[in-house]
């Protein structure tokens, strides 16, 4: 059985990290290099770290932060935002990543992606997925940190994915960003239908539960950011009560 695994998310934006709600209202939540350091000190399984500053994100930038991160901290690491080219890519491998997520590039530049799988292979490549439920309950997929709506389907997009040997998917939920009522699981419930691709599920965690509902319904890992953001909780503490409840964690 595959292990599961608990996956703190950073988002940088100027040089701090942030926290949105439907990916919007920015809190500053601290320091990078800080706060990395302790994930990485409370047992973290991975590390996603995303730049997500719409007017002036630079991969460069990303790359000189994960530098730092990656002196003091001894976790994977993966990185996005931004990644337009093999060149940008090539950079955050060089400065320790090690996987790379596409969001954006992935609806325009299929090319590119099976570029960086030829070259890296597919387990250093997560795609991204921004999913949104309108009110009639469809959901459609939207790029840009969430502000230009995708023509592809959300399941056709996902299965293009898939087939081109991506590594991993990493559904996020607009709708439950920063809400911390749970994690979206009738989406993920229609993805797992159909997705043959590890999944990894993000937006709305607020409590261990909610970790374990959605790691129960088959995904591969839960990401988690206002949860160890605000309030007295840890990856740490996530595996004690996930293990309480007999749950396959992968072991460090």
């Known amino acids: 059985m595959l292990k599961k695994r608990i996956i703190p998310v950073e988002l940088l934006i100027n040089g701090r990290l942030v926290k949105t709600v439907e990916f919007d209202g920015f809190r500053d939540v601290g320091d990078p290099l800080k706060s990395s350091q302790v994930y990485s000190d409370q ?31 001894f976790m994977p690491i993966a990185v996005g935002g931004g990644i337009r080219t093999i060149e940008d890519a090539q950079l955050l491998f060089n400065s320790g990543a090690d996987k790379i997520i596409i969001n954006t590039a992935a609806y325009s530049n299929v090319s590119l992606l ?40 959300l399941i056709e997009h996902i299965k293009l994915m898939s087939n081109i040997g991506v590594g991993e998917i990493m559904i996020n939920s607009i709708n439950n960003d920063g809400v911390m009522n749970g994690y979206d699981l009738t989406l993920l419930k229609l993805i797992l239908k159909t997705c043959r691709t590890p999944l990894i599920v993000c937006g709305g965690a607020g409590c261990f539960l909610d970790l374990k509902n959605a790691l129960e319904l088959g ?18 503490r996530a595996k004690a009560f996930l293990k309480n409840h007999g749950m396959p964690l992968k072991k460090i």
């Open 114 to 153: 099976i570029e960086i799988i030829n070259r890296w292979g597919g387990q250093s490549l997560v795609i991204s997925i921004d999913a949104f439920q309108l009110p009639d309950k469809q959901y459609i997929v939207k790029s840009e940190c969430g502000m230009k709506n995708e023509r592809i389907s």
């Open 219 to 236: 995904v591969s890992a839960v990401a988690c950011g206002s949860l160890f953001n605000f309030g007295d909780n840890n990856p740490l």
């Open 43 to 73: 047992d973290a399984d991975e590390l996603i770290f995303l730049n997500i500053d719409r007017n002036n994100r630079n991969v460069k930038e990303t790359a000189n932060y994960l530098k730092k991160i990656t002196q003091k901290c």
